[in-house]
């Protein structure tokens, strides 16, 4: 990371600049920001926590598209920070995100949970209930990002049929 990248990235982390971007910031915002930390390789450690609260999480899960919750769980798996609010965020809404949301960002989803250890049956059944629609519309990474998860997630057996559903199209 250069040396402007990592200034910007030391600004934005300040705890005071953190909480208050989260509070005014809008799910698309906080969502890009979050992704940007992370591909930069940036520890946003305070910002990752302001984003982590019970508020912030109502405001990217509720008020946010697919792609502002595949952005901010992605984040947090890649910069490894744990992240309970946010992924019970996505566990109480889970049958909407997946239904709802577009394949990639499903996938995303689904890849950002194994990655971070998060194998709570709630979710990967409502991954695995988008099967069809997957095998429909997934290019192959996203098929693999899906079945990589269910796999990480030892959810394979339980979901053999939508399993074999998807194994196909790769």
Same mark, same amino acid.
Request: hydrophobic share 45%.
């Given at each position: %990371?250069? +040396?402007? $990248?990592?200034?910007? #990235?030391? @600004?934005?982390?300040?705890?005071?600049?953190?909480?208050?971007?989260?509070?005014?910031?809008?799910?698309?915002?906080?969502?890009?920001? %979050?992704? +940007?930390? $992370?591909?930069?390789? #940036?520890? @946003?450690?305070?910002?990752?926590?302001?984003?982590?609260?019970?508020?912030?999480?109502?405001?990217?899960?509720?008020?946010?598209?697919?792609?502002?919750?595949?952005?901010?769980?992605? #984040?947090? @798996?890649?910069?490894?920070?744990?992240?309970?609010?946010?992924?019970?965020?996505?566990?109480?809404?889970?049958?909407?995100?997946?239904?709802n949301g577009d394949i990639q960002h499903v996938s995303n989803i689904a890849y950002a949970l194994g990655d971070l250890g998060y194998f709570e049956k709630r979710v990967f059944d409502a991954v695995v209930g988008q099967a069809e629609r997957v095998a429909r519309e997934a290019k192959e990474q996203e098929l693999c990002n899906i079945l990589w998860s269910l796999a990480v997630a030892g959810r394979m057996r339980e979901n053999e049929r939508a399993v074999e559903v998807l194994w196909k199209e790769v």
């Open positions: %990371m250069g +040396a402007e $990248a990592r200034n910007l #990235a030391i @600004a934005v982390d300040r705890k005071e600049v953190a909480q208050k971007f989260v509070q005014e910031g809008n799910p698309q915002n906080i969502s890009n920001t %979050m992704w +940007a930390m $992370a591909t930069m390789g #940036a520890e @946003a450690r305070n910002l990752a926590i302001a984003v982590d609260r019970k508020d912030v999480v109502q405001k990217i899960v509720q008020a946010g598209k697919t792609q502002d919750i595949s952005n901010t769980i992605w #984040a947090m @798996a890649a910069m490894r920070v744990e992240c309970p609010g946010l992924i019970n965020g996505i566990k109480g809404d889970a049958e909407r995100i997946m239904k």
